[in-house]
């Protein structure tokens, strides 16, 4: 593909919660209370991974561009905080994470973790979500400032606590430095849900940042809870209408993609696969079509382009739920990139 010097070239950021995924098959004891977490996650040592949706689509977006990249988020100094920050193999991308043992008022900081129950099949059967200090996200200054930032990457669980939380303070020092043309805000709905990220804690955080998301990625039920719609048709028109691009996934019956200035929704089938592992398969969506678009400037966004992007980012959404990943590789991404996008001669 060629080059456009009219890219933004700059870093990728991204703020969010780090979480490591502590899998059982053992329903005895699940869901285990907090107080006994550690003791729940020490006994399943074997089903650690480093997790959460801001990790997975960094990860992968780095892998798709090249950039250089940082992700901001916080662990506790504990065994799950070490075991998170060794799994990331990208050195730039974990430099941004910070390991604190208390928070601002002394109280010790433990690491998010999500506690999963398989079925004899290897699924998700039930899960149970512990943020702890996930959402406590401090960045020094130093690094603040002076950062080119191309792409602005968060989810809407780190709004959690709404305009009154420390993570909205940190987002708004980089959302406010997005002053480049080409600069994007991609958001993602993950846990916008009334017993995670409430509605109204999600609008007034946006609101506070004063800028808009070029990009916004939900998947259905996160649309109709956010829009109070009925089908993802209608709820994709009023999600964040003044968003050049909003994307709703909709499992196995694919995509829907509403494209401003176009009156036309754009449908994306999904890619038939036998599901073997469905955590992750929204993230790499999203890490795949903000991976796409982010090569071309928003005028050059039309519904050829978004389709094209969108059907190599459903294609790498089947390759993750038919695997036991929750993440494309490196490689993977490479040759999904070749594929769809075949560099020019």
């Not at 074997?46 to 959460?52: F, I, L, Q, R, T």
């Not at 669980?157 to 959302?175: L, M, N, P, Q, V």
């Amino acid at each position: 593909m060629r080059e456009r010097s009219v890219v933004h070239r700059g870093d990728l950021v991204s703020v969010g919660g780090a979480f490591v995924d502590v899998t059982t098959r053992t329903s005895e004891g699940f869901p285990p209370p907090p107080q006994r977490l550690a003791e729940f996650a020490s006994a399943n040592r074997e089903g650690w991974a480093a997790s959460g949706a801001t990790l997975n689509t960094t990860t992968m977006l780095a892998d798709y561009t090249g950039r250089n990249c940082i992700m901001y988020a916080t662990v506790g100094n504990d065994a799950l905080g070490r075991f998170f920050i060794d799994s990331i193999g990208n050195k730039g991308l974990r430099s941004g994470i910070q390991m604190l043992d208390t928070d601002d008022a002394g109280k010790p900081i433990e690491t998010g973790a999500v506690a999963i129950l398989l079925d004899e099949d290897g699924r998700h059967s039930a899960t149970q979500s512990f943020f702890g200090g996930a959402l406590n996200i401090h960045i020094p200054r130093a690094q603040q400032r002076n950062r080119d930032i191309a792409l602005f990457l968060t989810g809407s669980s780190t709004f959690r606590e709404g305009i009154d939380g420390t993570a909205i303070r940190e987002i708004k020092t980089f959302t406010d430095e997005l002053q480049e043309p080409n600069s994007l805000f991609a958001l993602n709905l993950s846990a916008t849900h009334p017993a995670k990220t409430t509605i109204e804690n999600l609008l007034a955080s946006i609101e506070h940042l004063g800028i808009t998301p070029d990009i916004v990625v939900g998947n259905e039920h996160e649309a109709l809870y956010a829009t109070g719609e009925d089908t993802p048709e209608k709820a994709i028109m009023k999600l964040f209408p003044t968003s050049p691009l909003v994307a709703v996934t909709l499992a196995d019956q694919g995509s829907l993609l509403r494209l401003n200035g176009y009156d036309e929704l754009i449908k994306i089938d999904a890619v038939p696969c036998t599901v073997k592992h469905p955590t992750g398969a929204g993230d790499g969506y999203m890490a795949l079509l903000v991976g796409g678009l982010c090569e071309y400037p928003q005028d050059e966004w039309t519904p050829e382009l978004v389709r094209k992007v969108a059907n190599m980012a459903s294609e790498g959404a089947s390759m993750i739920v038919g695997s036991s990943e929750p993440r494309l590789s490196a490689k993977e991404i490479t040759a999904l990139k070749e594929k769809h996008f075949p560099t020019e001669e």
